[in-house]
């Protein structure tokens, strides 16, 4: 896989401002509306139910731990209490959405990008349509999908474990509960791109290690929309393109052909 030709900070910004772009090409290509409207569908209604699990989560850990007192100190704690809840809430439902709403709509995203890659290539997929081939596609994805959200709930559970260490385990959880977010956002939204190619999770890697910069950025630019209220709803199919305009920078025939 071909690095970007770019180097330093422009690789940086050509991964951070791919979504800028993603959007400009997204007005510039109407005909992949169409694709866009499921995943939106869809993420509008993940995390209207993650909004809801979250506030009733919120609000049964602070009524269970936190009666009303008068005394000056346990308001203190309360607030103290209200604002650590409201953060881990905020965390879950960051997380649940991520997870759920990427695992639902992947069959229609793996649609968008390989439309995308159409329109970025000039080479439009000839093939005839097969509902068994298609019914194939939506399957492998599904499982790469589940494997993938798998291995990353499964590594963040692990690194809870970190919280415990006094001083320190808070600071490192921080640091690498962020890296792997990272990392897990390049894999999840290229992964359409090299799966679509038959191209493993090694090709992956080697992707990222070979665009390290690009791919911190893009990350980071991915986790910072989904952070933003209501951003979320269009963040996952425009990280679909934006990984997928990336893929392509990279050389087509030789680097992202199936072998």
């Given at each position: 896989?071909?690095s ?7 690789r ?7 979504l ?8 510039g290509?109407p005909s992949?509306l169409k ?6 569908v ?5 995390f209207?139910a ?5 506030v009733d989560l919120?609000n ?5 731990y936190?009666a009303?007192q008068d005394?000056?100190y346990w308001?203190?704690l ?7 809840a ?9 997380f649940?959405?991520t997870?759920?709403?990427?695992l ?8 968008l990008?390989e439309r ?5 290539t000039g080479?439009?997929n000839?093939?005839?349509?097969s509902l068994?081939m298609?019914?194939?596609d ?7 999908e589940?494997r993938k959200m798998?291995?990353?709930v ?15 385990g808070?600071?490192v ?5 962020v890296?792997?977010t990272?990392?897990?956002?390049v ?8 799966g ?10 080697r ?6 910069m690009a791919s ?6 991915v ?13 996952i199919p425009?990280?679909v ?8 920078l990279?050389d ?6 199936g072998?």
């Amino acid at each position: 896989m071909k690095s970007i030709p770019f180097t330093g900070v422009r690789r940086f910004s050509t991964g951070f401002f791919s979504l800028l772009h993603a959007f400009r090409f997204l007005g510039g290509n109407p005909s992949l509306l169409k694709y866009v409207a499921i995943p939106f569908v869809i993420n509008v209604v993940v995390f209207s139910a993650t909004l809801y699990w979250g506030v009733d989560l919120f609000n049964g850990m602070v009524g269970e731990y936190l009666a009303p007192q008068d005394a000056w100190y346990w308001q203190i704690l309360a607030v103290v209490v209200k604002v650590i809840a409201g953060l881990l809430t905020a965390v879950i439902v960051f997380f649940t959405f991520t997870v759920v709403g990427n695992l639902i709509a992947s069959p229609f995203n793996d649609i968008l990008s390989e439309r995308t890659e159409e329109i970025l290539t000039g080479q439009p997929n000839t093939e005839p349509f097969s509902l068994k081939m298609f019914m194939a596609d939506v399957w492998r994805v599904l499982r790469d999908e589940l494997r993938k959200m798998s291995i990353f709930v499964a590594l963040m559970v692990f690194l809870l474990l970190f919280n415990m260490i006094p001083v320190v385990g808070s600071p490192v959880y921080a640091f690498f509960s962020v890296a792997l977010t990272l990392f897990f956002l390049v894999v999840e939204y290229t992964g359409f791109v090299f799966g679509r190619k038959h191209l493993g999770f090694a090709d992956q890697k080697r992707f990222i290690k070979g665009n390290f910069m690009a791919s911190v950025g893009f990350g980071l630019a991915v986790m910072c929309m989904l952070m933003i209220p209501f951003v979320q709803f269009v963040t996952i199919p425009i990280a679909v393109i934006a990984a997928t305009r990336l893929c392509c920078l990279c050389d087509p025939e030789t680097e992202l052909s199936g072998r």
